[in-house]
């Protein structure tokens, strides 16, 4: 059974940081993707980042130059540094393992997702 859990949401003010992380855990695979989607209320689930076993990435244009993916293989964790953050990136974050190696940007290509954690940028 594969679990993951993603982490590290909370309040932050227009122009702070935060860093969410995920942990993939059970069964794993030889090698896999990892990303990052998010929803904000009313909308639909939207692709922010994601990342290789290679540590080959792929960032949506919205934050692109504000958010980083990372990921530690020996920890089966990636990150997602957020900075300069806009109140329009408020919003849940959830963490995603793709069974193939290819930092997808569909959701569909995603197997297993986190519970997700919750971003809320003030203005």
């Known amino acids: 059974q594969v679990q993951v859990v993603d982490s590290g949401g909370g309040l932050v003010q227009a122009g702070g940081s935060l860093r969410l992380s995920c942990v993939a855990s059970?069964?794993?695979?030889?090698?896999?993707?990892m990303g990052w989607f998010r929803q904000a209320p009313g909308k639909d689930r939207e692709f922010v980042a994601a990342?290789?076993?290679?540590?080959?990435?792929t960032i949506a244009e919205s934050v692109l130059g504000r958010f980083t993916i990372s990921r530690d293989i020996a920890k089966n964790t990636v990150y997602l540094q957020m900075n300069s953050l806009e109140p329009e990136d408020t919003a849940v974050y959830y963490c995603?393992?793709?069974?193939?190696?290819?930092?997808?940007?569909?959701?569909?290509?995603?197997?297993?997702w986190g519970q997700g954690t919750q971003v809320t940028v003030s203005s």
């Open positions: 995603a393992l793709s069974t193939g190696d290819w930092p997808q940007r569909e959701a569909g290509a995603y197997v297993y």
């Open positions: 059970g069964r794993t695979f030889s090698s896999y993707a």
């Open positions: 990342i290789s076993w290679s540590a080959v990435s």
